[in-house]
């Protein structure tokens, strides 16, 4: 007869479940060893078989399924814990258990030689309070692993939600918007922002309004930012056919004598209009005809503005300009934004910050270009890239 057939005859039931699952366990030979000699020195007292219990097997319990499967667990181990030994989905769904025909609950702890009878529910779904109960690293992966599926479902059911009410308004969905409205509401991240609309927290319908609201805010900006712009250059246009050369600040980087910085709030280069503001030290600060102090300084100091333009050529000179870079997370989009800058002549990277969540990029370059012209050449260039919607100036 062959070997199994001789552990069968010679150990029964218990050779089976070893060949089962329990094939190799350490210390299981020299139990049943000596469970036999102590029955072959003895006349039917079983009373000695309780010293037995599983004396080598002080931080361990087996316990049994009803078709007589045995498996193994550590000592405390709970219900859910067997459940998730068994398949992970089995322990998701579990709703108690029935050990040794009696009903118990989740948290109930098993002792050696339970019979133990999951039961389930197709409504039950892992809850966050049952990393509390279950005492195997196993059974905690699995359920940390379904509740962060749970939550990505949520995201993504919420998601779906608002960009279908978006159809059904016939409303375009600007993620840069979306992005400043979620700012303005107070959330930190995209993640929260979703789970609230999860939750019902937040009612779609109400986002919606607040959408249309930010949009207005933005527009009001731009339309604000657009006429002091137009009307500042309308007003020098004016002025250049009444006053004489001698009136406009020449800006070279080797005049002397005259104190002059470019002003950090709007980062002028070459190429860019421009007009002086004397400071009250004396000196003069260069600005963008377009920079957001404009209108104030036009308003309360007239009196200090003086006209300005650039003079000879920026070769030699270079100016950090910061762009924001505002798109869908793409594989490879910091790859094919760096790729192009680097192949810019001229242009050269000297920060980036990203921030990606939920599917959604920004990015902050800080770049060094010599004049517009080559500025507007990039941001022409980085507008082409895969998943950017957005490539502004800041």
């Not at 989740?106 to 050696?112: D, G, V």
């Not at 709007?266 to 102090?293: E, L």
Request: hydrophobic share 35%.
């Amino acid at each position: 007869r062959t070997e199994r057939m001789n552990d069968i005859a010679e150990r029964g039931l218990a050779a089976h479940w070893r060949y089962k699952g329990v094939k190799g366990e350490s210390g299981l030979d020299e139990w049943l060893t000596s469970i036999r000699e102590a029955l072959e020195n003895t006349e039917n007292d079983l009373e000695m078989m309780d010293q037995f219990k599983l004396d080598l097997y002080e931080d361990e319990v087996f316990v049994f399924t009803p078709k007589g499967d045995l498996f193994k667990l550590g000592k405390g181990a709970t219900v859910l814990d067997f459940a998730f030994h068994i398949h992970s989905k089995l322990g998701c769904k579990c709703i108690g258990a029935k050990v040794n025909g009696k009903n118990v609950q989740l948290r109930q702890k098993l002792n050696s030689g339970d019979q133990v009878e999951i039961m389930t529910s197709n409504t039950q779904t892992p809850k966050q309070d049952w990393l509390n109960i279950v005492t195997t690293s196993k059974a905690r992966t699995k359920i940390r692993q379904a509740l962060k599926e749970m939550v990505a479902r949520q995201h993504d059911f919420a998601k779906e939600t608002l960009e279908r009410k978006f159809k059904n308004r016939k409303m375009e969905y600007d993620e840069a918007v979306m992005m400043r409205l979620i700012k303005r509401l107070g959330f930190k991240n995209v993640t929260e922002f979703y789970q609230k609309i999860a939750d019902e927290v937040l009612d779609v319908n109400d986002i919606l309004d607040k959408y249309i609201e930010q949009q207005k805010r933005d527009s009001e900006r731009d339309e604000v930012t657009y006429r002091s712009a137009e009307e500042y250059n309308l007003q020098n246009q004016i002025d250049e056919t009444t006053v004489t050369k001698e009136d406009v600040l020449v800006i070279d980087q080797n005049l002397k004598g005259l104190d002059f910085k470019l002003a950090k709030c709007c980062n002028p280069i070459y190429g860019d209009d421009v007009f002086g503001f004397v400071t009250v030290s004396g000196g003069i600060k260069i600005h963008r005809n377009d920079c957001p102090n404009a209108g104030q300084m036009r308003e309360r100091f007239g009196y200090r503005i003086v006209k300005a333009r650039w003079a000879g050529k920026s070769e030699g000179t270079q100016y950090p300009i910061t762009l924001r870079v505002v798109g869908h997370d793409d594989i490879g989009i910091v790859t094919n934004i760096t790729s192009i800058i680097s192949k810019e002549n001229g242009i050269s990277l000297r920060s980036i910050g990203i921030d990606s969540n939920d599917g959604l990029f920004s990015g902050t370059l800080t770049i060094m270009v010599s004049d517009t012209g080559r500025l507007e050449a990039l941001i022409k260039k980085l507008r082409t890239v895969k998943g950017v919607k957005q490539v502004s100036r800041n």
